[in-house]
């Protein structure tokens, strides 16, 4: 439903894919000889969409689905009986519900802000007409949906890197890296450097990068500070005790949760010590402003962080 402009449509499909896709990706930027955020250049959003169906859509699919759909079984009864027996509640190919299920079920799916904000569900006649209300609430308050970028708020905590006497930042040689990891790391660059999370550097020191396969096939970006780390002082700021907020939940009736997003890179990177954050890359030299992961002493500076931001709410109604 949240709207992505076209001339981004190929980046986004890139980062939101998995790992056989990122490799078709690839392959087809080579081909045209660009890398794979410059695509949008040489061939258009529909004739992607088009080589797109040719190699991953199978023909005739809805068939196949529901062929192999009556092959299997609902515990010991054929799927194909079960079927008839529960259509009401099932869908399959072709098998349409009727506008009641869909509506009751996009309310119980939808986020509780967004089912509060879409009114009785009675005033609907068609899904449509869901569908265009809940993009119209989203695009009106697009705002809330943004991530964090740009420059960071002016607040008390800032993450510090204080080394051990005599030392100095180290710096390695940079990893050698496949085809795919190479245009993940181009376009997350790309991102960092436009969200303003990142600067190139002329640091005397320098991380290497490298990348972990998650378990959903996609590249997380890591940096290998763990040269750094060994040579910073740790901060002996304190973490809660589990036992004690456990404790405080003790009888309680009502939760509320809040999870910051990118909650690390909403805080700011001590000026001086933004030299000792750099990385390198094929691509250039680049240090953080912001405070990235993987960093000694990150926790510490986060939980101060929002211990400072809470403290007036702290063991009334808030917990951290």
């Given at each position: 439903?949240?709207?992505?402009?076209?001339?981004?449509y190929?980046?986004?499909?890139?980062?939101?894919?998995?790992?056989?896709c990122?490799?078709?990706?690839?392959?087809?930027?080579?081909?045209?000889?660009?890398?794979?955020?410059?695509?949008?250049?040489?061939?258009?959003?529909?004739?992607?969409t088009?080589?797109w169906?040719?190699?991953?859509?199978?023909?005739?699919?809805?068939?196949?689905?529901?062929?192999?759909?009556?092959?299997?079984?609902?515990?010991?009864?054929?799927?194909?009986?079960?079927?008839?027996?529960?259509?009401?509640?099932?869908?399959?190919?072709?098998?349409?519900?009727?506008?009641?299920?869909?509506?009751?079920?996009?309310?119980?799916?939808?986020c509780?802000?967004?089912?509060q904000?879409?009114?009785?569900?009675?005033?609907?006649?068609?899904?449509?007409e869901?569908?265009?209300?809940?993009?119209?609430?989203i695009?009106?308050?697009?705002?809330?949906?943004?991530?964090?970028?740009?420059?960071?708020?002016?607040?008390?905590?800032r993450?510090?890197?204080?080394?051990?006497?005599?030392?100095?930042?180290?710096?390695?040689?940079?990893?050698?890296?496949?085809?795919?990891?190479?245009s993940?790391l181009?376009?997350?660059?790309?991102?960092?450097?436009?969200?303003?999370w990142?600067?190139?550097?002329?640091?005397?020191?320098?991380?290497?990068?490298?990348f972990?396969?998650?378990?959903?096939?996609?590249?997380?970006l890591?940096?290998?500070?763990?040269?750094?780390?060994?040579r910073?002082?740790?901060?002996?700021?304190?973490?809660?005790?589990?036992?004690?907020l456990?404790?405080?939940?003790?009888?309680?009736?009502?939760?509320?949760?809040?999870?910051?997003?990118?909650?690390?890179?909403?805080?700011e990177?001590?000026?001086?010590?933004?030299?000792?954050?750099?990385?390198?890359?094929?691509y250039?030299?680049?240090?953080?402003?912001?405070?990235?992961?993987?960093?000694?002493n990150?926790?510490?500076?986060?939980?101060?962080?929002?211990t400072t931001e809470?403290?007036?709410m702290?063991d009334?109604?808030?917990?951290?």
């Amino acid at each position: 439903i949240l709207p992505v402009a076209k001339h981004k449509y190929i980046g986004a499909l890139f980062l939101n894919s998995k790992g056989g896709c990122q490799t078709w990706l690839t392959h087809l930027a080579t081909s045209h000889g660009v890398n794979v955020p410059d695509l949008k250049d040489v061939i258009t959003w529909e004739e992607l969409t088009r080589l797109w169906k040719k190699r991953f859509t199978v023909d005739d699919a809805p068939t196949l689905a529901i062929n192999r759909l009556f092959t299997m079984s609902q515990g010991n009864i054929a799927t194909r009986d079960w079927l008839t027996e529960w259509q009401k509640i099932a869908a399959v190919p072709n098998l349409n519900l009727p506008f009641e299920h869909l509506r009751r079920e996009f309310y119980n799916r939808s986020c509780a802000a967004l089912s509060q904000a879409l009114g009785d569900r009675e005033q609907y006649s068609t899904f449509a007409e869901i569908i265009d209300k809940a993009r119209e609430i989203i695009k009106t308050n697009s705002d809330v949906f943004e991530g964090p970028h740009g420059v960071v708020p002016d607040r008390p905590i800032r993450h510090e890197i204080i080394l051990e006497d005599g030392a100095v930042p180290p710096r390695g040689c940079i990893y050698r890296m496949s085809e795919e990891e190479l245009s993940v790391l181009r376009a997350q660059l790309d991102d960092l450097l436009e969200k303003g999370w990142i600067r190139p550097s002329s640091s005397p020191c320098g991380a290497p990068v490298l990348f972990v396969r998650k378990k959903n096939k996609d590249l997380r970006l890591c940096i290998d500070y763990r040269k750094l780390n060994a040579r910073t002082i740790r901060n002996a700021g304190p973490l809660p005790r589990i036992d004690d907020l456990l404790e405080r939940l003790g009888g309680a009736q009502f939760f509320s949760k809040l999870d910051l997003k990118s909650g690390y890179l909403q805080l700011e990177i001590r000026k001086e010590d933004r030299y000792k954050t750099a990385f390198k890359t094929r691509y250039g030299h680049f240090e953080w402003l912001v405070m990235p992961f993987g960093l000694t002493n990150a926790p510490a500076t986060f939980q101060a962080a929002m211990t400072t931001e809470f403290r007036h709410m702290l063991d009334r109604y808030v917990l951290i």
